[in-house]
């Protein structure tokens, strides 16, 4: 009996990620990477023509960042499964996305095979997540509430996606522009989340995101 063929689409600003991505799984013959996008508009245009079974995306695009577009694709195409595939950590960012709709999440760190395990637990219909994050999920699901895991859970998605670029080092101008808003809705994220993590000064949360983001060092519960 001939084995289905699941097709895919890839989102990510790095023409390496592509060509690794259609080495890895093409020899399989079960996934068919059949769409590439390097950013969050070519991706939505893209859907819209195309039906893949499974989307592959990276959190840091060049016009997009964090869950939006995760919730935008979830919102709008919900039949199709979504794997985060990402340099940030899945600690960080884990509970957020699957709260957007992603169905699992592998650190581009990982071995392939982790890769292609959590695409075939998808496709069958299961979560591919952290244990951790699995237990915090459900306890949402359940209505309980979950204890933070670090003064970053106080933080909004929009919050934690600027504290992300603070880390990878975008001033507020470039920062203002990734996001298409004003510089001083910038300033007020900014100022937010210091007040969240207890910072008092902005060089002070420049240090510390960079610590988290960069260095994957994670600051005390609050």
Do not use: W
Request: hydrophobic fraction near 40%; include cysteine; charged fraction near 25%.
């Amino acid at each position: 009996m001939k084995k289905p063929v699941y097709s895919l689409m890839v989102i990510d600003d790095h023409p390496i990620i592509h060509s690794a991505l259609e080495t890895l799984l093409g020899s399989d013959g079960i996934f068919l990477i059949d769409t590439f996008a390097s950013s969050a508009i070519e991706a939505m245009k893209l859907l819209k023509s195309v039906d893949p079974d499974l989307v592959i995306a990276d959190l840091s695009l060049g016009d997009s960042d964090g869950t939006y577009l995760i919730q935008k694709i979830h919102n709008k195409y919900p039949k199709i499964r979504i794997l985060v595939y990402s340099m940030s950590e899945e600690k960080l960012f884990g509970e957020r996305v699957a709260t957007a709709g992603a169905c699992g999440y592998v650190m581009k760190t990982s071995r392939p095979s982790i890769l292609k395990e959590a695409l075939h637990s998808i496709i069958n219909g299961n979560p591919f997540f952290s244990d951790e994050i699995v237990r915090r999920i459900r306890k949402r699901k359940c209505g309980r509430p979950t204890a933070p895991q670090s003064a970053l859970d106080h933080l909004s998605n929009r919050e934690m996606d600027v504290f992300k670029l603070i880390g990878e080092g975008l001033n507020t101008i470039h920062i203002s522009k990734k996001f298409n808003i004003s510089k001083n809705t910038v300033d007020t994220h900014r100022i937010n989340i210091r007040k969240k993590l207890g910072l008092s000064n902005g060089k002070a949360l420049d240090r510390m995101a960079y610590e988290v983001i960069m260095q994957r060092t994670l600051p005390k519960k609050k």
